[in-house]
């Protein structure tokens, strides 16, 4: 969608319904290395954020997932993710009986898997909200229409994205439905939640070994799913947070992002900022120094955030 020409640009995002009402789209002037670059056209909600990130190529890579911990290499294109976004949005819907008004806890750290986790409660219009994880990892905490809120982690986890008013703050609390990290079910006491389900965030998404008792395993039970899930509008600022970031780290359309995850753990960052524009993000967990420059070279990065 296009600009009205009367529309006049900032370093801000601004509503491009200043010149025309009809046109429900958020503008941004990216500024890097003292220029401008481009003007992007950004969707006021997160659904459609992720649908126009993909709608050009659906095949293209969208995020690609590096442990270097473990040697792992996970690609997905735009539409496998929708997959399993829609996956989960149904899951909500039909086994959680979870939707708008509905509060999901989140305690996993960045990972291809918490991608699909976070846009497809999204999705579904709930709330999120979660705690930093032991290594400042911060699975990401909407609050109301989807604004992020939450406490940083011992690294800085929320990297100083500023946040709206009125969020859900990262306190553990009552939730409809919990999802968490295997090595971090111990801290499930702290939240009531109606529904429990855990992650191995193992290669090749591969299943717990062994179950904790009360927890249903989240790769399981998604699978058997529909593929297709009519998303609820919402997280409009939260989308004008990410747009805001993405000016901020001089992300820019068509870009390839290598992020390290311990640096920017904060779901803005390494997810919803790089939607906003259309770039792609390769997300590196225990990112080893010294594969920097070859992973730049063979992921054909144009951004690192390193």
């Not at 553990?172 to 702290?190: C, Q, T």
């Not at 992002?257 to 906003?276: N, S, Y």
Request: net charge negative; proline share 9%; hydrophobic share 40%.
């Amino acid at each position: 969608m296009g600009y009205d020409t009367r529309c006049k640009p900032t370093p801000s995002a601004t509503r491009c319904g200043d010149c025309d009402p009809t046109v429900r789209r958020l503008r941004v002037v990216i500024e890097h290395d003292g220029r401008r670059r481009i003007v992007h056209p950004v969707a006021d909600d997160i659904a459609r954020v992720f649908a126009d990130a993909i709608a050009s190529d659906p095949t293209r890579p969208l995020l690609t997932w590096y442990d270097d911990a473990t040697g792992e290499r996970t690609e997905l294109s735009g539409a496998t993710l929708a997959n399993w976004v829609a996956k989960t949005g149904n899951l909500l819907v039909d086994d959680v009986a979870a939707g708008p008004g509905s509060v999901a806890g989140v305690l996993l750290p960045p990972h291809w898997q918490t991608a699909a986790v976070l846009l497809g409660c999204w999705s579904a219009g709930l709330t999120v909200a979660g705690t930093p994880g032991p290594a400042g990892a911060m699975a990401g905490t909407p609050g109301p229409a989807g604004a992020m809120a939450g406490t940083p982690g011992p690294a800085g986890a929320m990297a100083g994205t500023p946040r709206p008013a009125g969020a859900v703050a990262g306190a553990p609390g009552p939730v409809d439905v919990l999802f968490a990290a295997a090595d971090r079910v111990g801290e499930a006491d702290a939240w009531s939640a109606g529904e429990r389900y855990a992650l191995a965030l193992a290669p090749f998404a591969a299943p717990l070994r062994e179950l904790p008792a009360g927890w249903a395993d989240y790769v399981i039970e998604v699978r058997g799913h529909g593929d297709h899930f009519t998303p609820y509008p919402g997280g409009r600022e939260l989308v004008g947070v990410a747009a805001e970031r993405a000016a901020t780290l001089g992300l820019t359309g068509g870009d390839r992002v290598l992020v390290d995850a311990a640096r920017h753990p904060d779901p803005v960052d390494w997810l919803l900022a790089p939607l906003t524009v259309g770039a792609s993000v390769v997300l590196c967990g225990n990112l080893d120094p010294t594969r920097v420059e070859s992973r730049r070279s063979a992921e054909k990065i144009t951004r690192p955030l390193t």
